[in-house]
C-alpha cells in the first residue's frame, strides 16, 4: 500500500514526488513502532502506579496503627514517661499551636508587605527581582538550617530554648510562600480595578488596603495556609529552637516546650510499645491538621479563581 | 490598616471622599506605607545573607582551628577534639544522586501519565491531589514509617542480593536495620513529589498545536513525547530534578531517623551511614563545648553552601523556562512570582486544544 505525494512548492523548483508507505500510519500492535508506544504507555503507567504505592501505605499505616489510640485521654494527657502506660500528647498539641502561630504571625507580617512590594510597589526593578530570586531561594533552604539560624541569633542571645525562637525559625521557612503567594494574588487582580481607584483619587497605599487586598484574599489566604500546613510538620528546625518538654506550658514564651513533631521522632526511637504507639497517634494527629491546614488552602483558591473568572 | 476588613469596596468608599487629589496627610501615609513594605521585602532579601553570615560567624572558631582539612578528615571525635565530615559529605551525596536518580524515573513518568491523557480527566485530577497530600506528609511522618514499614518489607530483598551478590561492593554488608538503602529509598519518595509536580507543568506546557502536528504526521503517542514533547519540555524537567536534589540536600529528619548515623564511608547500600543534615539533627543536643558548636556550625556552613549552589543552578535553568507558574507547582513548592505571559498561553492553547478536539 503506497501513494505518491506531491510536496507543495513554497519557495524554489518542486520537490521529486516522495514515496510514503501508508502501512506505517496503520496504528496495529504487529507494526514493531506501534508495539513499541504500547509498551512504554504500559511501562509508564506501571511507573506512575507504582508511585502511588507509598502513599496509600503511608495513610493506611497511620490510619490502623495511629486511629488505635485515638481518643479523649491521648488528646488531653501528658506523655508517658518510659515503660509508663497510658499517657497522651496534649502538651504537643498546644505547644505546635503555639509555635505555628508565632511563626505564622511574624512571617506574615513581612510576607505579605513584601509581597505588596513586589506586585505593586516595585513590578519589575532590581530591587524586586533580587527580592523574588531571594524567597526564591529561601524555599530551597533545608529546614534545619532554619533551626542553626535561630539558634545562633534567639537561642545564643535569649540563653533558653524557647517558643520564640521556634517561631522565627518556622516563619523562616514559611516567609518565601506567604510572599510569592502574595504577589501572585495582588498582581491578578484586574487593571481596571486599580485604573478606577486612582481614577478616583486614590494613593497607591489606599488602593491596595480598600481595592488590591481585599478582592486578593482568598489568594492569599491560601499562602498562608499553606505556608502553616509546612510550619506545622517541620521537625528540625524545633530540634535546636523549642526541645521537648514533658509537662504543660507555664503560660510564658520562654521555656522549652513540647511539640508533635519533636514527640514523634523522640518516641519513634523508644523500645516501649506504648511509646511507639503514641508515636504513631501523634503522626495522625499531626497529619490531620497539617491536612486541614492544606485541603483549606486548596478549597480558599478554588475560590479564589472562581471569584477571579480566570481560567488556570 | 483596618480597611481590609471591609471585603467590599463599597462600604469603604463615602460621597464626596471619592474624585479629589489625596490630602496631606493621605500622601504621608502613602509615602510611610510604601518605605515600610520597601523595608520589609529588603528584610526578607536579606535574610539569605544574615542566615550565610552567621551562621558563618558561630563556624569560625572551628573554620580557623581545621581549615579546609575538615572536609577531608574522616573523624568526629568530640573527646579528642577532631572533626571532620568527609564520610558525611559522601553520605550526603550518595542519598541525594540515589533518591533523584529514582525519583526522576518515577516523578517524569508520572508527569507523562498525568498530561497525555492516558486515562480520564477525573482520574488525573484524583492522582494529582494524591500526589500533592504526598508532599503534604511531614517528612518526621516519613521517617516513621520508613522505621516500621520500609525497613522490614526491604529487608528480606536487600540480605538475598547480599548472599548472591556480595562481591558487588554495593552489596557487600547485610541490612541490619538502618543503612544507606531505606534511607535513600523514602527520600526519593519525598522528592518525587517536586518531580513530578514541576515536571508536569512543563509538559503541560508545551503548545498543543506541536503535539496534534506530530500525530498528524502520523507519528505514534511515544514517538510524540520522546521526539517532541519531552525535548520542548526538557529546560522544566531538569530544572525539576535540580530543585529535587536541593530538597534532598537539606533533608533532615527521615534521615535522621533512617540512615543509622554512623559516622563510616561504606561503598555498601546497605551499610549504615550518615549525612550532613542528620549529623546536626543528631550531634546538636549534645554539643558540649565551644569548639563542639563551632565544628558542627561549619558542618551547617557546608550544607548550606552545598543547598544554595544546587537552588541557584536549579532557579537558573528554571527561570528562562516557560513552566514557571502553574498550578501544581505553586501547591507543592509554594507560590510563584511568575504567572505572566507564558502561563496565560498555555491555558489559552489548552482550551483551543479541547475546542478542536470536540
Given at each position: 500500500?503506497?501513494?505518491?505525494?506531491?510536496?507543495?512548492?513554497?519557495?524554489?523548483?518542486?520537490?521529486?514526488?516522495?514515496?510514503?508507505?501508508l502501512?506505517?500510519?496503520d496504528?496495529s500492535?504487529?507494526?514493531?513502532?506501534?508495539?513499541?508506544?504500547?509498551?512504554?504507555?504500559v511501562?509508564?503507567?506501571?511507573?506512575?502506579?507504582?508511585?502511588?504505592?507509598?502513599?496509600?501505605?503511608?495513610?493506611?499505616m497511620?490510619?490502623?496503627?495511629?486511629?488505635k489510640r485515638?481518643?479523649?485521654?491521648l488528646?488531653?494527657q501528658?506523655?508517658?514517661?518510659?515503660?509508663?502506660?497510658?499517657?497522651?500528647?496534649?502538651?504537643?498539641?498546644?505547644?505546635?499551636?503555639?509555635v505555628?502561630?508565632?511563626?505564622?504571625v511574624?512571617?506574615i507580617?513581612?510576607?505579605?508587605?513584601?509581597?505588596v512590594?513586589?506586585?505593586?510597589?516595585?513590578?519589575?526593578?532590581?530591587l524586586?527581582?533580587l527580592?523574588?530570586?531571594?524567597?526564591?531561594?529561601?524555599?530551597g533552604?533545608?529546614?534545619?538550617?532554619?533551626?542553626?539560624?535561630?539558634?545562633?541569633?534567639?537561642?545564643?542571645?535569649?540563653?533558653?530554648f524557647?517558643?520564640?525562637?521556634?517561631?522565627?525559625?518556622l516563619?523562616?521557612l514559611?516567609?518565601?510562600?506567604?510572599?510569592?503567594?502574595?504577589?501572585?494574588?495582588?498582581?491578578?487582580v484586574?487593571?481596571?480595578?486599580r485604573?478606577?481607584?486612582?481614577?478616583?483619587?486614590?494613593t497607591?497605599?489606599?488602593?491596595?488596603w480598600?481595592?488590591?487586598?481585599?478582592?486578593a484574599?482568598?489568594g492569599?489566604?491560601?499562602g498562608?495556609l499553606?505556608?502553616?500546613?509546612?510550619?506545622a510538620?517541620?521537625?528540625?528546625?524545633?530540634?535546636?529552637?523549642?526541645?521537648?518538654?514533658?509537662?504543660?506550658?507555664?503560660g510564658?514564651?520562654?521555656?522549652?516546650?513540647?511539640?508533635?513533631?519533636?514527640?514523634?521522632?523522640?518516641?519513634?526511637?523508644?523500645?516501649?510499645?506504648?511509646?511507639?504507639?503514641?508515636?504513631w497517634a501523634a503522626?495522625?494527629?499531626?497529619v490531620?491538621?497539617?491536612?486541614?491546614?492544606?485541603?483549606?488552602?486548596?478549597?480558599?483558591?478554588l475560590?479564589?479563581?472562581?471569584m477571579?473568572?480566570?481560567?488556570? | 490598616?483596618?480597611?481590609?476588613?471591609?471585603?467590599?469596596?463599597?462600604?469603604?468608599?463615602?460621597?464626596?471622599?471619592?474624585?479629589?487629589?489625596?490630602?496631606?496627610?493621605e500622601?504621608?501615609i502613602?509615602?510611610?506605607?510604601?518605605?515600610?513594605?520597601?523595608?520589609?521585602?529588603g528584610?526578607?532579601a536579606?535574610?539569605?545573607?544574615?542566615?550565610?553570615?552567621l551562621?558563618?560567624?558561630?563556624?569560625?572558631?572551628a573554620?580557623?582551628?581545621?581549615?579546609?582539612g575538615?572536609v577531608?578528615?574522616t573523624k568526629?571525635?568530640a573527646?579528642k577534639?577532631?572533626?571532620?565530615?568527609?564520610?558525611?559529605?559522601f553520605?550526603?551525596?550518595v542519598s541525594?544522586?540515589?533518591?533523584?536518580?529514582?525519583?526522576a524515573?518515577?516523578?517524569?513518568?508520572?508527569?507523562?501519565?498525568?498530561?497525555?491523557?492516558f486515562?480520564?480527566?477525573?482520574?488525573?485530577?484524583?492522582?494529582?491531589?494524591?500526589?500533592?497530600?504526598?508532599?503534604?506528609?511531614?517528612?518526621?511522618?516519613?521517617?516513621?514509617?520508613?522505621?516500621?514499614?520500609?525497613?522490614?518489607?526491604?529487608?528480606?530483598?536487600?540480605?538475598?542480593?547480599?548472599?548472591?551478590?556480595?562481591?558487588?561492593?554495593?552489596?557487600?554488608?547485610?541490612?541490619v536495620?538502618?543503612?544507606?538503602?531505606?534511607?535513600?529509598?523514602?527520600?526519593?519518595?519525598?522528592?518525587?513529589?517536586?518531580?513530578?509536580?514541576?515536571?508536569?507543568?512543563?509538559?503541560?506546557?508545551?503548545?498543543?498545536?506541536v503535539r496534534?502536528?506530530?500525530?498528524?504526521?502520523?507519528?505514534?503517542?511515544?514517538?510524540?513525547?520522546l521526539?517532541?514533547?519531552?525535548?520542548?519540555?526538557?529546560?522544566?524537567?531538569?530544572?525539576?530534578?535540580?530543585?529535587?536534589?536541593?530538597?534532598?540536600?537539606?533533608?533532615?529528619?527521615?534521615l535522621?531517623m533512617?540512615v543509622?548515623?554512623?559516622?563510616?564511608?561504606?561503598?555498601?547500600?546497605?551499610?549504615?551511614?550518615?549525612?550532613?543534615?542528620?549529623?546536626?539533627?543528631n550531634?546538636?543536643?549534645?554539643a558540649?563545648?565551644?569548639?563542639d558548636?563551632?565544628?558542627?556550625?561549619?558542618?551547617?556552613l557546608?550544607?548550606?553552601?552545598?543547598?544554595?549552589?544546587?537552588n541557584?543552578?536549579?532557579?537558573?535553568?528554571?527561570?528562562?523556562?516557560?513552566?514557571g507558574?502553574?498550578?501544581?507547582?505553586?501547591?507543592?513548592?509554594?507560590?510563584?512570582?511568575r504567572?505572566?505571559?507564558?502561563?496565560?498561553?498555555?491555558?489559552?492553547?489548552?482550551?483551543?486544544?479541547?475546542?478542536?478536539?470536540?
Amino acid at each position: 500500500m503506497t501513494a505518491h505525494v506531491q510536496p507543495t512548492p513554497i519557495l524554489g523548483p518542486a520537490a521529486e514526488p516522495q514515496e510514503i508507505d501508508l502501512a506505517e500510519l496503520d496504528h496495529s500492535l504487529r507494526r514493531p513502532r506501534t508495539l513499541f508506544s504500547y509498551c512504554l504507555s504500559v511501562l509508564c503507567s506501571i511507573l506512575a502506579l507504582v508511585a502511588a504505592v507509598p502513599l496509600v501505605s503511608v495513610l493506611l499505616m497511620l490510619v490502623v496503627r495511629g486511629g488505635k489510640r485515638l481518643n479523649l485521654a491521648l488528646l488531653t494527657q501528658l506523655p508517658p514517661a518510659a515503660g509508663m502506660v497510658g499517657g497522651g500528647i496534649g502538651n504537643a498539641i498546644v505547644g505546635t499551636l503555639l509555635v505555628i502561630f508565632v511563626g505564622g504571625v511574624l512571617s506574615i507580617v513581612i510576607g505579605v508587605f513584601a509581597g505588596v512590594y513586589l506586585a505593586e510597589i516595585n513590578r519589575e526593578g532590581a530591587l524586586g527581582g533580587l527580592v523574588r530570586f531571594c524567597a526564591r531561594l529561601l524555599t530551597g533552604l533545608p529546614s534545619i538550617l532554619a533551626g542553626v539560624f535561630a539558634y545562633t541569633t534567639v537561642v545564643l542571645w535569649t540563653g533558653r530554648f524557647s517558643p520564640l525562637a521556634g517561631g522565627i525559625a518556622l516563619s523562616l521557612l514559611m516567609l518565601p510562600t506567604i510572599i510569592l503567594t502574595t504577589e501572585e494574588s495582588v498582581r491578578s487582580v484586574g487593571a481596571e480595578m486599580r485604573e478606577a481607584a486612582i481614577g478616583m483619587g486614590a494613593t497607591q497605599t489606599q488602593m491596595i488596603w480598600q481595592i488590591l487586598l481585599p478582592t486578593a484574599l482568598p489568594g492569599i489566604l491560601t499562602g498562608i495556609l499553606l505556608a502553616l500546613a509546612r510550619g506545622a510538620g517541620e521537625t528540625a528546625p524545633l530540634l535546636f529552637t523549642l526541645t521537648f518538654s514533658d509537662f504543660w506550658l507555664k503560660g510564658h514564651l520562654m521555656e522549652p516546650t513540647a511539640s508533635l513533631a519533636v514527640l514523634i521522632y523522640n518516641f519513634s526511637k523508644s523500645p516501649f510499645q506504648n511509646q511507639k504507639e503514641i508515636a504513631w497517634a501523634a503522626s495522625l494527629v499531626l497529619v490531620l491538621i497539617v491536612l486541614a491546614l492544606t485541603l483549606g488552602g486548596q478549597a480558599l483558591s478554588l475560590r479564589a479563581r472562581r471569584m477571579m473568572g480566570a481560567p488556570r | 490598616m483596618t480597611a481590609i476588613e471591609s471585603t467590599s469596596p463599597r462600604e469603604v468608599i463615602q460621597p464626596g471622599d471619592v474624585g479629589r487629589a489625596p490630602s496631606a496627610r493621605e500622601v504621608t501615609i502613602d509615602r510611610w506605607f510604601r518605605w515600610a513594605t520597601r523595608i520589609l521585602a529588603g528584610f526578607s532579601a536579606l535574610l539569605v545573607v544574615l542566615v550565610v553570615l552567621l551562621v558563618a560567624k558561630q563556624a569560625w572558631p572551628a573554620i580557623e582551628k581545621f581549615g579546609p582539612g575538615f572536609v577531608t578528615s574522616t573523624k568526629w571525635d568530640a573527646g579528642k577534639n577532631q572533626f571532620g565530615i568527609l564520610p558525611e559529605i559522601f553520605g550526603t551525596v550518595v542519598s541525594s544522586i540515589t533518591g533523584v536518580a529514582l525519583a526522576a524515573v518515577f516523578g517524569v513518568a508520572v508527569a507523562v501519565f498525568l498530561t497525555e491523557e492516558f486515562i480520564p480527566r477525573w482520574l488525573e485530577n484524583v492522582l494529582k491531589n494524591v500526589i500533592t497530600l504526598l508532599a503534604a506528609i511531614p517528612s518526621v511522618v516519613y521517617g516513621l514509617w520508613g522505621i516500621f514499614v520500609v525497613i522490614p518489607a526491604i529487608r528480606p530483598a536487600c540480605n538475598w542480593l547480599h548472599e548472591r551478590l556480595g562481591w558487588i561492593p554495593a552489596f557487600s554488608t547485610p541490612l541490619v536495620s538502618v543503612g544507606m538503602a531505606p534511607a535513600a529509598l523514602v527520600l526519593a519518595i519525598m522528592i518525587l513529589p517536586t518531580v513530578a509536580a514541576i515536571s508536569r507543568d512543563a509538559i503541560a506546557a508545551v503548545d498543543p498545536l506541536v503535539r496534534q502536528a506530530a500525530i498528524g504526521m502520523g507519528a505514534t503517542p511515544w514517538e510524540t513525547i520522546l521526539g517532541v514533547t519531552l525535548p520542548m519540555s526538557k529546560r522544566g524537567i531538569y530544572g525539576s530534578i535540580v530543585l529535587g536534589l536541593g530538597r534532598a540536600l537539606g533533608e533532615t529528619m527521615a534521615l535522621a531517623m533512617l540512615v543509622g548515623n554512623v559516622n563510616i564511608m561504606s561503598p555498601s547500600f546497605f551499610s549504615p551511614a550518615d549525612t550532613l543534615a542528620a549529623l546536626l539533627a543528631n550531634k546538636f543536643p549534645e554539643a558540649a563545648s565551644h569548639l563542639d558548636l563551632g565544628a558542627l556550625m561549619y558542618a551547617a556552613l557546608v550544607l548550606l553552601l552545598l543547598t544554595l549552589v544546587v537552588n541557584i543552578v536549579g532557579e537558573l535553568i528554571m527561570r528562562k523556562d516557560i513552566a514557571g507558574g502553574s498550578g501544581m507547582r505553586k501547591d507543592i513548592a509554594g507560590g510563584s512570582g511568575r504567572d505572566r505571559g507564558p502561563k496565560r498561553l498555555g491555558t489559552l492553547s489548552r482550551r483551543h486544544d479541547e475546542e478542536v478536539l470536540e
